[in-house]
């Protein structure tokens, strides 16, 4: 059953189209994002002067938050915001979340792709902000009392990205996403018995009680974040031949980075005084 | 949604004018302001363009903003190019001798239902923001309006 609910899965993952993307769709859209962000999660958002003012950039996030991930779409109502919607702004997705019917088709219009390094190039190439989360699955179902750790999973192929467009990166920490629910455990030994990696790319089958559902396992009907407070600090751009040189070592750049987020992070985990209130 | 503030200052047009005609000043004239960079056309009068926001809530909201009324010592009016639609407008007018009365309007439009609602939440920042603009405008224009006493010459004794 598993594989064939795979194929129809691969089957639906649309083509990413960057013309779907409707910048009069987000425009109309952004005081609902303003009022979830502002009212259910007390965002704050800070450091959009580091991004460059034009041309392409990877804005590398840590992901939180299960499949409600409130990061992304506050993230891009900051960006839209602050930049103007005409400025073209993709975000990696997995899969799934460009495959769910109807939610996948609102994604698309707010700019996201599916995520894989292809659909990347061509939005850079394009002139666009990209948004990826290296960490993906993996990152996002880790459990709440690992809120402020950086973990990508080892998973370097943005920083060659990166090096083969020659785009800077800025780095995009945030905090608060893993306190919507409160996870319990990734559940990768469940996802490996259930083949989920091989068939849908998952790693991980999240275990976490959330709303409205108490014990949720999987998330695939996502859930009803509860409202954490939401920080995103955006880091000075790294523009890496001029950091680390000509063909740096990727594994070198990865660890710099990491550790600039971890740092960030971790900084932004000193200034909480209470889970949820922020 | 729109908001007018009205008040009356101690201090002749023109200097009430001088603090409000230089819009690179408007970062520290009003509170919220988080950016405010020329982006085309003149550096001041009609037709002169910045990119200006204004932090409320959880974003840096605004746009591209145009000045299309540069009366001096009357009227200084802007209205959107790009971004949250809005319209602004600083008003003098004579209230006496050597006394201002200036009118700060400020009009904004969300679309649709959730933006309707999102205005509604946010006048408040927007008015306090706008109220403490006004309320710098009164001390930079005091200040200029201050002739400051002759000098003493070093022979002088009281």
New interface residues.
């Given amino acids: 059953m598993i594989p064939s609910l795979a194929r129809l899965v691969q089957g639906s993952v649309p083509t990413a189209d960057l013309d779907d993307r409707d910048p009069d769709y987000i ?6 994002l ?2 979830l ?3 259910w ?5 800070r450091g ?2 580091h991004i460059p003012e034009q041309g392409p950039v990877l804005l590398v996030g840590n992901h939180s938050g299960g499949n409600a991930s409130p990061d992304t779409l ?1 993230f891009t ?2 960006f839209s ?2 930049f ?1 919607v ?1 400025r073209r702004f993709h975000q990696l997705a997995h899969n799934l979340v460009v495959s769910y019917p109807g939610i996948g088709a609102m994604l698309r219009r707010f700019g996201t792709v599916a995520a894989s390094p292809e659909n990347a190039r061509r939005a850079l190439r394009g002139g666009a902000a990209v948004l990826v989360y290296p960490g993906g699955d993996w990152e996002v179902s880790r459990p709440s009392w690992q809120s402020a750790r950086i973990d990508f999973g080892g998973r370097r192929g943005f920083l060659r990205l990166a090096l083969e467009e020659k785009v800077p990166v800025v780095p995009v920490v945030s905090i608060g996403g893993q306190e919507t629910a409160l996870f319990l455990s990734r559940g990768e030994r469940l996802a490996r018995l259930l083949r989920l990696d091989r068939a849908f790319r998952l790693k991980t089958l999240p275990i976490s009680l959330a709303a409205p559902w108490g014990l949720n396992v999987g998330d695939l009907l996502s859930h009803i974040p509860l409202p954490a407070k939401i920080t995103i600090q955006c880091l000075p751009a790294i523009d890496l031949e001029e950091w680390f040189g000509p063909n740096p070592n990727v594994d070198d750049v990865y660890e710099s980075v990491v550790a600039q987020m971890q740092e960030a992070l971790t900084r932004l985990a000193a200034e909480r005084r209470f889970p949820l209130v922020g | 949604m729109r908001i007018e503030l009205v008040t009356e200052i101690a201090a002749p047009r023109e200097a009430v004018w001088g603090a409000i005609a230089d819009p690179s000043q408007w970062p520290q004239l009003i509170h919220g302001i988080t ?1 405010f960079d020329h982006a085309g056309g003149p550096a001041t009068g009609a037709g002169a363009r910045f990119t200006m ?1 204004m932090r409320v ?8 903003i145009e000045m299309v009324e540069w009366d001096e010592q009357c009227d200084l009016a802007w209205t959107s190019v ?2 949250i639609g809005q319209r602004g407008r600083w008003r003098l007018r004579d209230a006496g001798p050597s006394r201002t009365t200036v009118t700060l309007r400020f009009a904004y439009q ?3 239902l ?2 309707w ?3 509604r ?2 006048a408040p920042v927007v008015r306090r923001n706008l109220e403490s603009g006004l309320e710098e405008v009164r001390r930079r224009a005091l200040r200029r309006s201050v002739v400051p006493p002759p000098r003493r010459s070093r022979g002088a004794r009281a």
């Fill in positions: 425009r109309d859209n952004l005081p609902g303003w009022l962000a502002t009212i999660h007390r965002a704050e958002v959009l002067e506050i109502l900051a915001a602050w103007g005409e | 950016r926001r809530g959880s974003a840096d909201v605004g746009g591209l790009l971004g969300s679309p649709g959730l933006g609602v999102a205005d939440v946010a």
